[in-house]
């Protein structure tokens, strides 16, 4: 939509600039339609001199369009062209000027742009006269502000919803729980009644029967097989093994070029107290990893997420990003955030088993 308005605005100021500087054949300065139709010839270009198509020796030479056929080709650009302006006129100055940029982001965004000029009119009116609606706009236009220049603030977006009361409370907890906005506390059962609802909707929808069974696994992503018992470690208090780790990192989204593996246990248990020491070579196996992939991947440059079990009570995660040539190790229990010059455990491990990387250690 955004890019539709910048057209429009673009095309509205070479038509206004060829209106004064374009004549017709008398020597008077064309009204807008005939700078309108200069201006589109100019967009749709001639066809350029030079070499042409390369044809390889012995390959046949394709037909020459006829004149008839190309000329069809252009009126249905030349139409192709103008609904797009068309839209990004309607957009802003109707739309956008009327209602504020919150408007885009409606779901009956692309019935409004087939709508008539006067159809517009009144639509805009009509949502001007609704004063809920136009505080809803206010807040999302301040998002949509957001998003161009970084990113929204999901946060402020709940707040602003809440203060209106556009959403209710229990809206508002669906919202925080889909984009993970946990910065207050779930509500007392939420999180099992969710386990239960999965639990039950994997066994009708998936398995086709009432109760999930011992045997009972499935596989995410194509990749990783996860028993249908480990649904049970999403539960308040209990405790993530490796494959549910493994299977939330697979199923997140995220880029072609990152690559995850299995938890490394950063920590072994020594002599008979249930002690913990530091393995003595935890990362050699990613060493390894890594090199496998540079092997199959060539010269492409990869990021790869590396949990790690500290403690046998603790997940963090190492990114080593080879992209910008530093290590990441997101860590929720760090006391502060290290820039890299303090060497940490896993800091002097991981330059020693993975290169001399910059590492930050960083809360997450």
């Known amino acids: 939509m955004l890019e539709y308005m ?10 206004k600039l060829a209106e004064g500087v374009v004549h017709t054949r008398g020597n008077k300065p064309v ?15 001639k066809s350029v001199g030079g070499v042409g198509r390369v044809i390889e020796e012995g390959q046949k030479k394709p037909d020459t369009p006829s004149k008839s056929t190309t000329k069809q080709a252009r009126i249905v650009q030349r139409k192709h062209i103008h609904t797009q302006l068309t839209r990004g006129h309607k957009l802003k100055e109707k739309l956008v000027k009327g209602l504020g940029l919150g408007i885009l982001l ?21 949502i001007r006269a609704d004063a809920k609606r136009l505080r809803l706009l206010d807040i999302l236009d301040q998002q949509l502000r957001l998003l161009i220049t970084d990113k929204p603030d999901l946060d402020s977006l709940l707040s602003s919803l809440k203060a209106e009361a556009l959403v209710s409370e229990e809206d508002c907890w669906d919202l925080k729980l889909t984009f993970a906005l946990e910065a207050e506390a779930m509500p007392t059962g939420s999180l099992d009644t969710a386990v239960d ?3 039950a909707d994997v066994s009708s929808q998936v398995f086709g029967k009432p109760v999930l069974e011992k045997e009972d696994s499935v596989m995410v992503d194509g990749r990783v097989e996860i028993s249908c018992d480990t649904f049970n470690q999403l539960r308040r208090g209990e405790w993530l093994d490796n494959w549910m780790v493994f299977a939330g990192i697979q199923m997140s989204d995220k880029p072609y ?20 020491r530091h393995a003595p070579r935890p990362l050699a196996g990613w060493r390894k990893t890594i090199e496998a992939y540079r092997e199959q991947y060539g010269q492409n440059i990869l990021v790869y997420f590396c949990p790690l079990n500290v ?54």
Request: glycine letters at 10%; aromatic letters at 10%; one cysteine or more.
């Open 6 to 15: 910048g057209a429009w605005e673009w095309y509205d100021c070479q038509v």
């Open 257 to 276: 070029f990152v690559k995850c593996g299995h938890s490394i246990p950063f920590n072994v248990p020594f002599g008979r107290t249930g002690g913990m």
């Open 197 to 199: 609802s999965l639990i």
């Open 106 to 126: 409606s779901p009956k965004i692309w019935e409004y742009t087939k709508m008539g000029m006067e159809e517009l009119d009144v639509l805009v009116g009509n």
């Open 31 to 45: 009204v807008r339609r005939g700078a309108a139709i200069r201006v589109m010839d100019r967009i749709q270009g």
């Open 311 to 364: 403690n046998s009570n603790h997940f963090t995660l190492l990114e080593i990003n080879e992209r910008e040539k530093v290590i990441y190790h997101y860590d929720s229990k760090a006391e502060r955030v290290v820039d890299g010059r303090i060497k940490t455990q896993v800091g002097k491990k991981v330059e020693v088993r993975i290169g001399s990387y910059h590492c930050d250690i960083k809360r997450g």
